[in-house]
Nanobody, 120 residues
């Protein structure tokens, strides 16, 4: 079984920075796209950023220029560097990954989520 474990969340003041990490472990043949989503109270889960195995990135317009997604394929880890944080960035952040178990089978997985709170 594959597990995604997030870390790095917490409380930060507006304008501050946080770096989230998500490490995948288990029976992994390969990792395809990885990404981050977030869900604020009373709202639907939304895409924050994605990164392909080749390093191509995509961002939500609300975070473009402030957040940077990256990955370390040797460590099966994806990161989200969040700068210039705003109160509206407050949410539970979820990591997701498209995990290949073989050449012909892959499946999406989600982490358990990590809370990010931006408040003075």
């Amino acid at each position: 079984q594959v597990q995604l474990v997030e870390s790095g969340g917490g409380l930060v003041q507006p304008g501050g920075s946080l770096r989230l990490s998500c490490a995948a472990s288990g029976s992994i043949f390969s990792l395809y796209a990885m990404g981050w989503h977030r869900q604020a109270p009373g709202k639907q889960r939304e895409l924050v950023a994605t990164i392909t195995s080749g390093g191509r990135t995509n961002y939500a317009s609300s975070v473009k220029g402030r957040f940077t997604i990256s990955r370390d394929n040797a460590k099966n880890t994806v990161y989200l560097q969040m700068n210039s944080l705003k109160p509206e960035d407050t949410a539970v952040y979820y990591c997701n990954a498209d995990v290949a178990y073989s050449d012909s089978y892959h499946k999406g997985h989600w982490g358990q989520g990590t809370q990010v709170t931006v408040s003075s």
